[in-house]
């Protein structure tokens, strides 16, 4: 044992210092972020329109011009859009919460249906036994009411609250356009405080960060519209209520690898089977099964091979991040895989693993 230390107590040391160092900036994260947290969105935000500054840079527009024309362009857009959407979401969701008590008779009597389908099995039972299964029926029909009325409520909150948060997208704003006038001097001062000899891998890490961050989200951000939309357009067609609910929510889910839109198509489907809705059923496996072969059609083409992101890497990473910062980790935990692939690719990690230290025998 003493041997086996001696000869890894480099890799061993090196090791632990890199653990070390990945719980302290977790930490330190975990901490920080509630208080920085607009000046990173604004550091992220300044980074996705830099092309685009770039580019009114080049009709000889000053930095601030084309940063604030930028803003106007990309953020104004979106706010107006996200302002419609939340608009009728409102709506869908009010009217959703008003439902509540109607969708708990009809879930109970369809419990009571299929306790009807299964009777010729349960009249050999026992009465303690049958009422038991009623009594259970009841407790379901319950606590799916209640989880109903509970995430509907979380959902409208979460809505209406939106304009309370003007303070924090108001300094997020501010953020990003001081930022983004300033990222060439910052990308300079940040290269100036890296020694000489590492600058060539810390350009090619930076190149390689940036092209697979934006082409990630950019990636993400068409497949999940594509998916909203097909999705929206599949339940008109079924005659669905609360097409905008549903199309968010699966534009939401659809990036998340592996699983994606199935964890709102199956138990869907699986609900109308048993409840003897055939046609409905029918419709949306037709539509899940479209909506998986265009989504998987297209990934690899809009994705790209030299992002080099497998879907299994980014849902450790989404999983990962959601168990060490929370919600934050969903959207932090693939830009740290990125970071980790740009690092792995620029050879950072070679001093882990000194040639001394691996001995093939």
Known sequence: MKEFYKRHWNLITNLALLLATLFIAIVVFKLLIP?????????????????????????????????????LLTIGSFSALLFLLISKLIVELVKFSINIPQYSIYLKEQLVSLLFRFQSFTRQLPPEVVSQINKNTEQLSQAFTDRLALVAGDMLAIVTGLPNQVIIIFITLIATFFISMKLPKIKQRIISWVPAEWRCCLQLMAEDVNRATIGFLRAQLILALIAGALIAAGLIILHVEYVLIIALAGALVSPIPVLGVGLLFVPWIIHELAVGNMYLAAGLSILFLVVIIVRHSLEPKILGENIGIDPLSVLIALYAGYELVG????????????????????????????????KCE
């Not at 692939?341 to 001093?351: G, P, V």
């Open 35 to 71: 208080y920085f947290l607009p000046f990173l969105l604004g550091l992220i935000l300044a980074v996705l329109i830099d092309p685009i500054v770039s580019l009114l840079q080049r009709l000889k527009l000053p930095r601030p011009v084309a940063t604030g024309l930028a803003m």
């Open 327 to 358: 919600f934050y980790g969903l959207i932090l935990g693939p830009f740290v895989l990125i970071i980790f692939n740009a690092l792995q690719k620029a050879k950072a990690f070679a001093w882990l693993f000194q040639a001394k230290d691996l």
